[in-house]
T-cell receptor, first 114, second 114 residues
Framework: DTEVTQTPKHLVMGMTNKKSLKCEQHMGHRAMYWYKQKAKKPPELMFVYSYEKLSINESVPSRFSPECPNSSLLNLHLHALQPEDSALYLC?????????????FGDGTRLSIL | AQSVAQPEDQVNVAEGNPLTVKCTYSVSGNPYLFWYVQYPNRGLQFLLKYITGDNLVKGSYGFEAEFNKSQTSFHLKKPSALVSDSALYFCAVRLGGRDDKIIFGKGTRLHILP
């Protein structure tokens, strides 16, 4: 069992839909991350939140909108996505300011855009 | 530029034989190095890390890794492979500081032959 929980596990949506991905952790971590992963490729960083504030945005299109409502939750709001956005979306968390600690990953949401 | 290289796309090993998955890195300063494993339809799971000290690091599921500063390598090893070790393996370096990102290698698919 993973300590980072992501819902839903699968999501199919049309290009005009609005949906949200959710991530939750209760390890007291104050850094949370969103990654996009294509098949057989490494995860690509999208966003980093540190103490509930957005600290890194890797030039992600505005159709992806992150939100960190509290220290345990991380959301990714989706709107008007494109077929190339189909991928596995991974959430991760870690201690802040402690670079020798690993990130803990959820099992991801597999997103398919029709 | 800071980078992590995994020179092999796939490694095939017979069950019971020793295995090695290669990783080299190029970072400024002292590296914080990690190995993660990803099974199908799962997120990344932390295996082991190198921070400082002993060059041979032991991790989960019988894996170990050898840090070699002169060769800038951090190869993953296991004395006796199991079929259940078949998965995708990522080497990574965590940058820390204000730019607290993880740089992943491209991944190596490990296939253990029964």
């Amino acid at each position: 069992d993973t300590e980072v929980t992501q819902t839903p596990k699968h999501l199919v949506m049309g290009m005009t839909n609005k949906k949200s991905l959710k991530c939750e952790q209760h390890m007291g971590h104050r850094a949370m991350y969103w990654y996009k992963q294509k098949a057989k490729k490494p995860p690509e960083l999208m966003f980093v939140y540190s103490y509930e504030k957005l600290s890194i945005n890797e030039s992600v299109p505005s159709r992806f909108s992150p939100e960190c409502p509290n220290s345990s939750l991380l959301n990714l709001h989706l709107h008007a996505l494109q077929p190339e956005d189909s991928a596995l979306y991974l959430c991760a968390s870690s201690q802040t300011g402690v670079s020798n600690q690993p990130q803990h990953f959820g099992d991801g949401t597999r997103l398919s855009i029709l | 530029a800071q980078s992590v290289a995994q020179p092999e796309d796939q490694v095939n090993v017979a069950e019971g034989n020793p295995l090695t998955v290669k990783c080299t890195y190029s970072v400024s300063g002292n590296p914080y190095l990690f190995w993660y494993v990803q099974y199908p339809n799962r997120g990344l799971q932390f295996l082991l890390k190198y921070i400082t000290g002993d060059n041979l690091v032991k991790g989960s599921y019988g894996f170990e890794a050898e840090f070699n500063k002169s060769q800038t390598s951090f190869h993953l090893k296991k004395p006796s492979a199991l079929v259940s070790d078949s998965a995708l393996y990522f080497c990574a370096v965590r940058l820390g500081g204000r730019d607290d990102k993880i740089i992943f290698g491209k991944g190596t698919r490990l296939h253990i032959l029964p």
